[in-house]
């Protein structure tokens, strides 16, 4: 359910496996940029922290929730099942326009 340009990349890695008494949480971080050919590396990226949660007594269920994290903003959507979740390009543009924005500032 992410409707994003394959011009964005990313790189997801693992944090760590939490468990709990009712379920497993795995806790992941995907960092996204935009490189183009005249700035391949990003002048900055946007990090989104998720979590997918898997009951024990219903395994079949999974529920995934994110939390998007930058210094100056956070979004945070209620967990909910895969299907539910509707990730929006326009969350990450606008999270990198922000950091450059602080970045030039300091």
């Given amino acids: 359910t992410w409707d994003i340009h394959e011009s964005w990349l990313h790189h997801l ?10 379920s497993k949480r795995y806790h992941y971080k995907a960092c996204w940029g935009l ?12 990090s989104v922290y998720f979590v997918i949660v898997i009951s024990k007594f219903k ?12 210094t100056i903003y956070l979004l945070f959507i209620p967990f909910c099942s895969p ?3 509707q990730f929006r390009e326009k969350w990450l543009q606008d999270i990198i326009e922000n ?3 602080c970045t030039k500032k300091t």
């Fill in 99 to 101: 950091n450059i924005v």
């Fill in 13 to 22: 890695e693992f944090l760590e496996e939490e468990e709990l008494k009712d």
């Fill in 83 to 85: 299907e539910q979740c």
């Fill in 59 to 70: 395994p079949d269920l999974a529920k995934l929730g994110f939390s998007i994290m930058l």
């Fill in 35 to 46: 490189p183009t050919r005249r700035k391949p590396i990003p002048r900055a990226t946007a």
